[in-house]
């Protein structure tokens, strides 16, 4: 069974700092992308960042960068200089591909990130 | 712009009274989802479609209904709404080849 895990239910981390939220997944596929979506408390899912499982470098966007280790299934999401708006829910999910072109989101229960002044 | 909407955004209904949620995207996107998510369990999803008149069930179908009957509309019906289908739904949209899925704002239903 393919399944994504978030250990970290919350985090805090102190403005302008460095925090990392893990994500290790389970799958046997050769072929997946590994998505972070950050959900604010209004509600809406934002997609930060994405990750192929081919790509040999780790994805960077801004201030969000992906350490992946595909060795250990492990897709961390790295946020730099945080910011009090990166308060939210953040949610790690891996997409898994299936015959006939059908691709599915997979999401971990989520890490509700506290950017403290 | 780009998007994908979902009507209506907030919903308190009975147990038993049919609802619709609509959802439509102008991206020209092949594939639609719908997923609902619950505390501790992040987000899962009830169905799919790859294409109009192409639909499937997903990990939590049970309780639901869809329809594709053009690209841009993948309305989500509960026939019979019970008490546990009190949850906060997406709906989201990609091309199938196509890395992000794209989701729309939320709809919060609760069902007394």
């Known amino acids: 069974a393919q399944k994504i895990t978030q250990t970290q239910p919350g985090m805090f981390v102190q403005e302008k700092e460095a925090v990392t939220l893990d994500c290790t997944y389970d799958t046997s596929d050769q072929s997946y992308g590994l998505f972070w979506y950050k959900q604010p408390s209004s509600g809406e899912m934002i997609f930060l960042i994405y990750q192929g499982s081919y790509d040999e470098q780790n994805a960077t966007e801004g201030r969000y960068s992906l350490n992946f280790q595909k060795a250990r299934k492990s897709a961390n999401l790295v946020i730099s200089a945080s910011q009090l708006g990166d308060s939210a829910m953040y949610f790690c999910a891996i997409r898994l591909m299936f015959s006939g072109g059908y691709n599915k989101l997979i999401f971990g229960a989520g890490t509700r990130l506290a950017v403290h002044p | 712009e780009a998007q994908v909407t979902q009507n209506p955004r907030y919903l308190i209904t009975v147990t038993g009274k049919k609802l619709t949620v609509t959802c439509s995207q102008n991206?020209?996107?092949?594939?639609m989802s719908w997923y609902r998510q619950d505390p501790g369990l992040g987000l899962r999803q009830i169905y799919y479609?790859?294409?109009?008149?192409?639909?499937d069930k997903g990990d939590v179908p049970e309780g639901y209904k869809v329809s594709r009957k053009e690209k841009r509309n993948f309305p989500l019906i509960l026939e019979s709404p019970s008490p546990n289908q009190t949850s906060l739904y997406f709906c989201?949209?990609?091309?199938?080849?196509?890395?992000?899925?794209?989701f729309g704002p939320g709809t919060r239903l609760l069902v007394l």
């Open positions: 479609s790859m294409n109009v008149e192409v639909t």
């Open positions: 991206m020209n996107h092949e594939y």
């Open positions: 989201a949209s990609s091309f199938e080849k196509r890395e992000t899925q794209y």
